[in-house]
């Protein structure tokens, strides 16, 4: 990956992480902030090939598809947002204000991966995860309200209190354990 005896940037390093996640060329870059030229020659040295091309995924009503998906998605934020929290003022630790989002993101990444098994049994991929954080811009504002723009925001279901994900104009919503007969969620 590296020419020898130098040491890997914290960006190569993120880079690095996000590409054996899968995560496609437009999200290294704007990630890891690497450089065109080095992302391309880290992914032929990472995963012998390319990064796969075509639209990333942008419809934010996916994320309200399934309470599988509404659940995961839910704790990503929620995690990341945690991830976030704990590495603001930790320059003690070598990372630099400007990168504790990245950090947080990669963290939050490689986390989910854990916690599903692998990449390839993951619910939400890190396309969909960068679009989801991006959404809600910055960690400190993750609230009931959403984004003012999105067309979804973090709920708690309205009997257990079980974080999802759900449309924006929701007043209400109960997860699949205690959705009451008939009706999925009252709308305002």
């Known amino acids: 990956m590296l020419t020898a005896g130098s040491a890997p940037t914290l960006n190569e390093r993120i880079a690095r992480v996000l ?6 060329r437009p999200v290294v870059r704007s990630i890891s902030r690497v450089p065109d030229p080095k992302i391309d020659q880290m992914y032929s040295q990472e995963i012998g090939r390319n ?7 942008s419809s ?3 994320f309200t598809k399934t309470h599988r998906i509404q659940m995961h998605g839910a704790f990503l934020l929620l995690a990341y947002h945690r991830i976030h929290k704990s590495l603001r003022g930790t320059s003690s630790q070598g990372i630099m204000p400007d990168s504790v989002p990245r950090v947080a993101f990669t963290r939050t990444l490689t986390w989910y991966h854990e916690m599903c098994g692998g990449k390839d049994k993951a619910v939400i991929s890190s396309q969909r995860l960068y ?7 910055d960690a400190q504002s993750i609230s009931q309200r959403g984004n003012e ?3 979804i925001k973090l709920h708690r279901c309205a009997t257990c209190k079980l974080p999802l994900i759900i449309p924006r104009h929701y007043t209400e919503y109960h ?7 008939g009706r999925r969620a009252s709308k305002t």
Do not use: D, N
């Open 19 to 24: 590409i054996l996640s899968g995560t496609r």
């Open 51 to 57: 990064s796969s091309s075509g639209q990333l995924p």
């Open 60 to 62: 934010l009503e996916w």
């Open 131 to 137: 679009t989801l954080i991006r959404t809600f811009a």
């Open 149 to 151: 723009a999105a067309e």
């Open 175 to 181: 997860c699949s354990a205690h959705k009451p007969k």
